[in-house]
């Protein structure tokens, strides 16, 4: 199932994912499309940069600029009736071990808030969030509170999770940007294909040998039907100009902030084999 195969069957409806807190990449997005079984329907993010960078990838898909104010009905309006998967890199300002530490009810990390109130409007099978590894110890004072916060608010809307720490580092890429990745699903469904347990790291990221990280064998991104495991392109260097360096402050910025699309692409992985093998109980 970690192949890079599509595992879609013909007659299966994509989800319909609206991505939150997109970035430059729209890294849950490239992910989840890359399985066949994923659709994005809409993005929201807030800096031009990125936003041109998903215009020109994304033409036909809306880009709204403040998620503040971008509701159900609003979307309803636009002609997307509902959503299937709902995702969000949000802010980690507020919570890395970097930043400002004003925790969950920070003004740029509280915006998990707003990932919650769109939720309970849109009531999605599915919610992926990403943020900083620190996002479950903090705050120093009170160890978890953070976390807990994050749980109880989808326990409230109804809605189970799990959820693992997976650096970069683990789908091959040359640094370790740990990461906490979450996934919540309406408490009565059937349990997803467990994504993030003991099988996960077996199953997925054993493959990738430790050698194998140190030699910089990394996935290369929109290789299509191709395996999650390959060879990352190579950043290049910026290049000087008689008027300065065309967007590259901002370029670095955006991809600082970037969710590495392998990961979503395993975890859409998983979903779509379990919607597979409940399907064929069901038959």
Known sequence: MFEGKEVVPETFQKLKVLDLFSGIIGGFSLGLERTGGFETVAF???EDF???VLAKHWPQVP?????RTLTADRLRTDGI?????ITGGFPCQDLSVAGRRAGIEGSRSGLWSEITRLAGEL?????????????????????GQWFGRVLGDLASLGYDAEWHCIPAAAVGAPHS???VWLMAY???????????DADYEAESLRAVTPQRRQDGL???VGTSGGSILGRWMDQPDPVGMADGVSDWPHRLAACGNAVVPQIPELIGRAILDSLATASSRAA
């Open 44 to 46: 929201c993010e807030i």
């Open 177 to 179: 940007r740990d990461r």
């Open 50 to 52: 990125p936003r041109r």
């Open 123 to 143: 009531r999605p099978s599915f919610i992926l969030v990403e943020n900083v590894a620190n996002l479950l110890s903090g705050p120093s004072e009170q160890p």
């Open 81 to 85: 009736a509902w959503v299937d998967v």
């Open 186 to 196: 309406p408490e009565q469904k059937q349990r997803v294909r467990a994504v993030f």
């Open 218 to 220: 990394r996935s290369e």
């Open 63 to 67: 880009c709204y600029d403040d998620v």
